[in-house]
T-cell receptor, first 113, second 111 residues
Framework: GDSVTQMEGPVTLSEEAFLTINCTYT??????LFWYVQYPGEGLQLLLK?????DKGSNKGFEATYRKETTSFHLEKGSVQVSDSAVYFC????????????FGTGTRLTVIP | DAGITQSPRHKVTETGTPVTLRCHQT?????MYWYRQDPGHGLRLIHY???????DKGEVSDGYSVSRSKTEDFLLTLESATSSQTSVYFC??????????FGPGTRLLVL
């Protein structure tokens, strides 16, 4: 069945470091792919998305490119800030409708000054 | 921000008691979801709704029931709470594929 696998955390970086959080997927066809972010004490919110192969989603300095050759959708940011400390979830839609999403297990990022 | 609220925000209860969590939206979105979030498991779908009185089970539905009598309200009931149901519960709403808007969460402790 469809699923996403993302890198285990936690990840700790110094401010201004480069961030990569890996996400790979298993799916039939070419579904849309999403990254959600959860800040401390809050619910998840959509960070960015890509709707087809080779698309690049971007938001708040984060980017992710939909690569069908490697079935990946890795999240990157060139220079992280303390305010980026959060849990990041990769997700893809269920094929059966109802707009359900499969979420990865989440990767906790801590950025230290 | 999407208009979605959850109540209560925190609850402590005892094993064997019934518990109902409420999700309320003001966005008139068709789809509503209940998730639980636990360390090491990420987010897991409990139940979802695709319209008034239309609900279906998710990945971890055992021990939970839901009801949706109005577009804006989606209730999650634990008929007889157990310690394994201690978790953070999130409600979400959606109108378009992939875009889900989450509530602030309910932290439930079952003693």
């Amino acid at each position: 069945g469809d699923s996403v696998t993302q890198m285990e955390g936690p990840v700790t970086l110094s401010e201004e470091a480069f961030l990569t959080i890996n996400c790979t997927y298993t799916a039939t066809g070419y579904p849309s792919l999403f990254w959600y972010v959860q800040y401390p004490g809050e619910g998840l919110q959509l960070l960015l998305k890509a709707t087809k192969a080779d698309d690049k989603g971007s938001n708040k300095g984060f980017e992710a490119t939909y690569r069908k050759e490697t079935t990946s959708f890795h999240l990157e940011k060139g220079s992280v800030q303390v305010s980026d400390s959060a849990v990041y979830f990769c997700a893809l839609p269920e094929q059966t409708g109802a707009n359900n999403l499969f979420f990865g297990t989440g990767t906790r990022l801590t950025v230290i000054p | 921000d999407a208009g979605i609220t959850q109540s209560p925000r925190h609850k402590v209860t005892e094993t064997g008691t019934p518990v109902t969590l409420r999700c309320h939206q003001t966005e008139n979105h068709r789809y509503m979801y209940w998730y639980r979030q636990d360390p090491g498991h990420g987010l897991r779908l409990i139940h979802y709704s695709y319209g008034v009185k239309d609900t279906d089970k998710g990945e971890v539905s055992d021990g939970y029931s839901v009801s949706r009598s109005k577009t804006e309200d989606f209730l999650l009931t634990l008929e007889s709470a157990t310690s394994s149901q201690t978790s953070v519960y999130f409600c979400a709403i959606s109108e378009s594929k992939g875009n889900q808007y989450f509530g602030p969460g309910t932290r439930l402790l079952v003693l």
